[in-house]
């Protein structure tokens, strides 16, 4: 499986790549780490005419306190960011969460940029170019390649819906906008910084609120005083996540006085869940119980991912429970069979 | 905007761009076209096939190589990336005529059977053990655990690497 031809510019600073960026039009595509960008290439659901690389960009690479913040550099890769000192208990779901993506070779080289730009994904569409042509291709990519607004094609995850469903599987932006994060997008007119739950948008297809000329430069991350990421997936190593719930709260003696609560892969962007209920209170089994159904609730899978659409909507209610659990300080061990799990795979 | 200063970028010879890399301890200046991957570069230009296509999607590991020390999957990695890196592939491990010790025990031990992917095993072992002279057990099973085997159910190749950090020791 050979990538086409493409033209090349390795950029050189910031300003560089934003100008390269600008002057490459809609078919030029931004290089991080490649461990997604690659195998889409290969499989023609991108065919970019110009690659440009960040892999020099220094200014992408850097993670350093920025007030009461870690700022992280879009560059910095996830193995290095989960074993990073300076991550402290306050990150623990960065950790957790940067710590679980894909496969430790994947993780040397994959960056936190490409991780919260991930296209979103679909048993229909992160297929090779022959086996989408024999199902006459899906909305996402007809002919092939991938579109950023529909133009014809059908859902086949829902063949009467106007819209793509593919699923946001990024493990970090659950966790970092559980931690309260915001990024900066850099173009060549110039930055904005925007919280990091409003660069995702509901639909499949335009993913994003990036514009085309703007590359994500880096993310700004507050501490949390209690935060955890769990991530349910087939295997231990490679899998993208089929549900992640990230969480952090604030506690005042045992009462919640900030909570944030996000659930990844369950639709075409990670989701908020609102937190009202939690606040002003102990987190008791009661609270805790009717704040899973309410997650329960508001988690819309698809047939579109690996295990049935029934059960993860079910197990839902088990990770958001078994979540809240370990934050208010439930022995990990007395979690049941589900927090023994992830209890193995998250990297001490 | 004023005119802007182009950054360097590769040389290029017709429509082959050249660049230099140290391959096993050696320098290298190789001439491939531009959008092959690292792994079809060591394959196709530099003749070490020991380096294996599998999935080709980074979904098995058998490609491995280390890159700076680091284990990396080379099919998923443009080798333009590279220039100025230090690649090890698993034609890099004996020392002339003297196995690395990890290819000693896995002989011994069977924890080689088709052996396709093997090489990328060996690779990031070696990575693990210069890092983890003494690994536990867990720490071997997560540095492995980009590599999908399919022959051996994997208790073998655990201790092999262990076997081979005992006797390194």
Redesign the interface.
Known sequence: ??????R?????SLA?AA?ALAAGGPRALL?GG??DV??AI??RQYVPEL?I?L?QVAELGRLEPHGASLRIGAGVRL?ALAADDRLGVGHTALRRAAGVV?????R??ATLGGNLCLDTRCNYYNQSLEWRRAVDYCMKAPAGVALAAPAGGTCWVAPGSPRCWAVSQTDCAPALIALGASVTLVS?EGQRTLPLADLYRDDGMTWLTRRPDELLAWVDVPAAARSTYWKLRRR???DFPVLGVAAAVELAGDVVTAARVVLGAVASHPVVVPTESLLGRPLGDDAIAAFAELATRLAKPLDNTDYQLGWRKRVTRAYVVGALRELRGDDPALLGVLARRQAALI?A | ?PP?PQ????PTAGSK?VLTLTVNGEAAEVAF?????LL?VLREDLALTGTKHGC????C?AC?VLVDG????S????A??CGGASVTTVEGLARGAQLDPLQDAFADLGAAQCGYCTPGILV?ARALLDQHPAPTRPQIE??L???LCRCTGYLSIYQAVEQAARKAR
């Open positions: 499986m050979r990538a086409p031809s493409f090349w510019h390795a950029a050189t560089d100008r290089l490649g461990t690659v195998p290969k499989r690659l690389s892999r193995g894909a496969s430790p070779h994947i040397n080289v060549a231990g190593s490679f990297p | 905007m802007q950054p360097p970028q590769p761009v076209e531009p959008h092959k991957t079809e080709e999607l980074g979904e590991g491995a680091k284990p990396v999957l099919c998923l990695m443009l333009l990336e990031t997560e540095a655990a980009g590599n």
